[in-house]
């Protein structure tokens, strides 16, 4: 258990929708990352947060937002979603910002668009 | 462009042989590297991380991997793997903030 969880665990939802995934850090850690993993794009880094504010963007659509809270849960909202938005979403967080620090993976969030 | 290939898709092994995952990055004045493994139904778990000094790092559950900054190469070893070993296992590139995954490579571990 890597102290990161993840809801829900699963998601069906269908074109068009706009759904939200949560993300709690570990406690102390202060970063946030979001990542895709599809059998398409394979693993894909979305977005990081430090302490609330947005520190690094990856390849997130513009369909795509995230936020990081002051009690330092995330949330990753898609909308306008389209088939290929199904995937496994990942969050991870780290005490610091950087590649020195380690990041510490979610058990993921699964969602399936019809 | 910044990209991390991982040439072998599959690697079937037997149980207590020795493995190599292959893994070569695009060159960069800096870049941090990382192996990770996944299994079924879990999310990522580091295994080691190469960030800077001796090019020969040791990780977790046996493994390790050797920077090669001439060959661009960042393989993970292991002496001797074991069933539980078997895995989907992604090499990683750090550059700047931005963070780059290769495709992965499944072991697949055969008593």
């Known amino acids: 258990d890597s102290g990161v969880t993840q809801t829900p665990k699963h998601l069906i939802t269908a074109t068009g929708q706009r759904v939200t995934l949560r993300c709690s850090p570990r406690?102390?850690?202060?970063?946030v990352y979001w990542y895709q993993q599809s059998l398409d794009q394979g693993l894909q880094f979305l977005i990081q947060?430090?302490?609330?504010?947005?520190?690094a963007k990856g390849n997130i659509l513009e369909r795509f937002s995230a936020q990081q809270f002051p009690d330092l849960h995330s949330e990753l909202n898609l909308s306008s979603l389209e088939l290929g938005d199904s995937a496994l979403y990942f969050c991870?967080?780290?005490?610091?910002?950087?590649?020195?620090?380690?990041?510490?993976f979610g058990p993921g969030t699964r969602l399936t668009v019809t | 462009a910044q990209s991390v290939t991982q040439l072998d898709s599959q690697v079937p092994v037997f149980e207590e042989a020795p493995v190599e995952l292959r893994c070569n990055y695009s060159?960069?004045?800096?870049?941090?590297l990382f192996w990770y493994v996944q299994y079924p139904n879990q999310g990522l778990q580091l295994l080691l991380k190469?960030?800077?000094?001796?090019?020969l790092v040791k990780g977790i559950n046996g493994f390790e991997a050797e920077f090669n900054k001439s060959q661009t190469s960042f393989h993970l070893r292991k002496p001797s793997v074991h069933i539980s070993d078997t895995a989907e296992y992604f090499c990683?590139?750090?550059?700047?903030?931005?963070?780059?995954f290769g495709p992965g490579t499944r072991l697949s571990v055969l008593p």
């Open positions: 991870a967080s780290s005490v610091g910002s950087g590649h020195s620090y380690e990041q510490y």
């Open positions: 060159s960069s004045v800096s870049v941090y």
């Open positions: 947060y430090y302490n609330g504010e947005e520190r």
């Open positions: 990683a590139a750090g550059y700047g903030q931005n963070f780059v």
């Open positions: 190469y960030l800077s000094g001796s090019t």
């Open positions: 406690s102390g850690d202060l970063s």
